[in-house]
């Protein structure tokens, strides 16, 4: 039996077309074409955008305009009505704040009122109490100091003597008298002393006095340094006879001059309490005298 013969791969497979170069270049090129139209299309569009955003922006602010020109009357007797509700708006809510701040005021005023009211209750029943405890106890007034001391039961009865007799010395009695209060007053008045410049003061006097040969230094083994008189005194000045050469601060000056100025106000004060007046004609006080 023969053999089939044989037919060879090349011409039993189909011809596949070849492209050329530019074959394949002319294919390539409308589709790159294609995909930068839509590119094109799509940065246009971009830039379309903003340009309709800025449209409707200015067709929305002037749809505002429109409405609020629409909203505002045009009609001035609209208007003047408008403006004379909202001035009687302000008119009462001026009216009632006014009304709000006197009744504050007022219930301020009655809560002070009552509270004084309270406290003067208070005290007229604590009175009340202790008159009626003395009254029904005769020894209640030995029975209240049994919660003092001797010295607080003596300071105050000093301090009672003390006011009596203040009470009872007010008026002028003779000028020893008036200028033994006047004393008192200006004690009582001093400020505090001032230390520091008391020992300036002292330390100045002792050093003129050991200059003079008052006083005489005397330095110890430990070194320190301190003066000695006839009589054995230690850091004590001399007494010395007045000489006439001590002139007073200006401070001293003007304390007196107010003192004074204080005693003369005073003084005139209480003479026109008494209808008594300095310029005064004293014709007059006769005539009113004899009259």
């Not at 009589?231 to 004590?236: A, E, H, L, P, S």
């Amino acid at each position: 039996m023969a053999n089939p013969p044989k037919v060879e791969d090349e011409a039993v497979a189909p011809a596949v077309p070849v492209q050329t170069e530019e074959e394949s270049s002319s294919t390539t090129a409308p589709a790159q074409t294609k995909v930068d139209g839509e590119e094109a299309s799509t940065t246009m569009t971009a830039n379309e955008t903003p340009a309709e955003e800025a449209a409707s922006a200015q067709e929305s602010t002037s749809e505002e305009k429109a409405a609020t020109t629409s909203a505002t009357p045009s009609d001035p007797k609209a208007a003047l009505a408008a403006r004379m509700a909202r001035f009687k708006s302000l008119q009462a809510q001026k009216a009632s704040g006014r009304k709000a701040t006197e009744r504050e005021v007022r219930d301020a005023e009655d809560r002070s009122a009552r509270l004084a009211q309270i406290s003067k209750l208070s005290a007229a029943h604590d009175k009340a109490s202790y008159k009626l405890l003395k009254s029904e106890d005769p020894d209640f007034e030995r029975k209240r100091n049994w919660d003092y001391t001797v010295e607080e039961s003596e300071s105050w009865d000093k301090r009672l003597k003390k006011k009596a007799k203040n009470r009872s010395g007010v008026a002028f009695a003779d000028y020893r008298n008036e200028a033994n209060k006047v004393y008192k007053r200006q004690i009582g008045q001093m400020s505090k002393v001032d230390m520091e410049a008391y020992a300036e003061s002292k330390a100045r006097k002792l050093q003129s006095q050991v200059s003079s040969g008052l006083l005489q230094l005397v330095e110890t083994d430990a070194g320190e340094i301190y003066t000695v008189d006839s009589q054995g005194r230690i850091n004590t000045p001399v007494d010395e006879a007045y000489s006439h050469d001590h002139r007073p601060s200006k401070e001293a000056v003007d304390r007196l001059v107010d003192d004074l100025e204080k005693s003369e106000r005073s003084r005139l004060k209480a003479r026109a309490a008494r209808g008594i007046r300095d310029e005064q004609d004293v014709g007059d006080v006769y005539e009113r005298d004899s009259g």
